[in-house]
């Protein structure tokens, strides 16, 4: 309750929406009910920083996203806590590092382990405070039953088990390497062999079951969870914007996914929910650079998916709320999607897990508070199964002596076919990110009390949750699903 009154005292929800009994002879009660917000979470799938309109974009348009941006908040330093599906999805919806909780990297199909269920989600928090909750799109966080999301907090389901590439009609799958991708409704299959035609219509599906949900819980809490499978590849698109963009197929699909945010805000207005609802749009990494002319762009960031630079984890942010969120409003201060599930346990009054979590409040920075700063010490970027490769403390990013892998200087690929990356030998450097957000020049040797400071910082994580790169095991860290 604590977290409910200074979430009414920050942002004054009280005039959000109210119930009084005041008339035919009824008391009106001592303080008024306050009905707490609802919440749609938009996670779409290997789009870039520079996907966006209002983040850069200029080969296509993205009219409602833009118009999101305006009326509400745009994040420009949002960062995911690892550049790739499994991982990044874990984090978001436990607050965790995923390697925290055994889950880095992806899960493919055949895949043993999965989301733990002594993990609490985000639907598991918001269940409690009796809100409704649903999904439509891709999970990915482990394909058995005990894995899928109606174990893991949410009433409902519409969607993927794992990535929509994780099948045999991929061009680059070996024969066998993968078995048919079902589209699931809860726990029950409801086609078992996916096609092309098939996941052309995912997204126009994605967004209907979400208006759909809106429209049936308007007169409760919800909490729905939008994670389109696009623009990862292959890409699908539905007749209606195929050739529309005017940036090729993956303007097309980009296209779509903005259409798609246009129905919910639609769905909320017509509901009248538009002052009663956050609503908040990322991806869950950069672009998937090897596939060219279907791949998107991470802006003005070096490399893409995969990798701990900027354009790996950095990703395009907008959050609206009418009269809590400062309207055209923009961000500058590094944030991560493990702050999300603290924040929005604070906004409903909900307690947080018993176990550890990584992320913080960040309520402050996303109202626009005077005085807001980031309340993280630092931020830490794992790859491969726990490889510490960077940290990031205000303005400095202090990378560690690892390969990574890049496109620069390699064929690109083309119409879904991906090009080869070649490995890229990153050594010790420090960046600048206020002055040199590119990556493009090491600092280190003009500033050693940075790189020490930083290094000390590891040294921290490094005790908690290990490190394959140092040699170090991890104490803090709990195992997955089995």
Not at 311 to 336: D, F, Q, T, Y
Not at 436 to 448: H, I, L, M
Not at 456 to 474: Q, V
């Amino acid at each position: 309750m604590r977290y409910f009154k200074k979430f009414v005292n920050h942002t004054g929800l009280a005039s959000a929406t109210l119930i009084f009994l005041g008339c035919a002879g009824l008391a009106a009660p001592e303080k008024p009910v306050v009905r707490p917000p609802n919440v749609v979470l938009i996670f779409t799938d290997d789009q870039g920083y520079g996907d966006v309109g209002v983040f850069g974009a200029t080969a296509f348009p993205t009219p409602n996203l833009d118009r999101m941006a305006h009326e509400g908040r745009r994040f420009t330093d949002f960062h995911v806590a690892q550049a790739v599906c499994s991982a990044s999805r874990a984090a978001l919806l436990t607050g965790c590092y995923p390697n925290r909780i055994g889950l880095p990297g992806a899960l493919g199909p055949n895949s043993k382990h999965g989301i733990s269920s002594h993990e609490t989600t985000l639907a598991e928090m918001f269940k409690q405070k009796g809100y409704a909750t649903g999904m439509a799109g891709k999970w990915h966080l482990g394909n058995k039953p005990q894995f899928l999301p109606l174990r893991h907090g949410f009433d409902e389901f519409f969607g993927l088990p794992y990535s929509s590439d994780m099948w045999p009609l991929h061009p680059e799958a070996k024969p066998g390497a993968y078995p048919p991708i079902p589209l699931l409704e809860g726990e029950r299959v409801l086609k078992a062999d996916l096609t092309h035609a098939d996941q052309e219509q995912l997204t126009t599906q994605y967004a209907e079951r979400a208006v759909e949900f809106i429209n049936r819980n308007k007169e409760k809490p919800f909490f729905f969870y939008l994670a389109p499978n696009t623009p990862h590849v292959p890409l699908h698109v539905s007749d209606k914007f195929k050739g529309k963009s005017g940036g090729g197929l993956y303007g097309d699909v980009i296209m779509e996914i903005d259409w798609a945010v246009g129905e919910v805000l639609a769905a909320l207005k017509k509901n009248h929910l538009d002052e009663n609802t956050l609503v908040i749009f990322t991806s869950d990494n950069g672009p998937w650079l090897s596939y060219g002319n279907h791949a998107g762009s991470a802006g003005p960031f070096r490399e893409g998916k995969g990798t701990n630079f900027e354009g790996g984890h950095r990703e395009p942010c907008i959050m609206r709320w009418p009269g809590h969120l400062p309207a055209n409003s923009v961000c500058k201060e590094p944030l991560m999607t493990i702050d999300l599930f603290p924040t929005l346990a604070r906004l409903i009054g909900a307690d947080l897990p018993q176990h550890k979590i990584d992320g913080l409040d960040i309520w402050p920075l996303l109202a626009d508070l005077p005085g807001a700063t980031n309340p993280h010490e630092a931020y830490y970027f794992y790859y491969n199964q726990n490889d510490l490769q960077a940290v990031r403390a205000g303005e400095w990013k202090l990378l560690f002596p690892h390969t990574a892998r890049t496109m620069n200087g390699q064929e690109p690929g083309k119409d879904g076919v991906p090009g080869k990356y070649r490995p890229l030998p990153v050594v010790a450097s420090l960046y600048n990110l206020r002055t040199d957000p590119g990556e493009t020049k090491d600092v280190a040797g003009e500033n050693p009390e940075a790189v020490k400071r930083l290094e000390a910082l590891a040294e921290t994580i490094r005790a908690d949750l290990g490190d394959d790169l140092t040699k170090r095991p991890p104490t803090g860290a709990r195992p997955p699903g089995m």
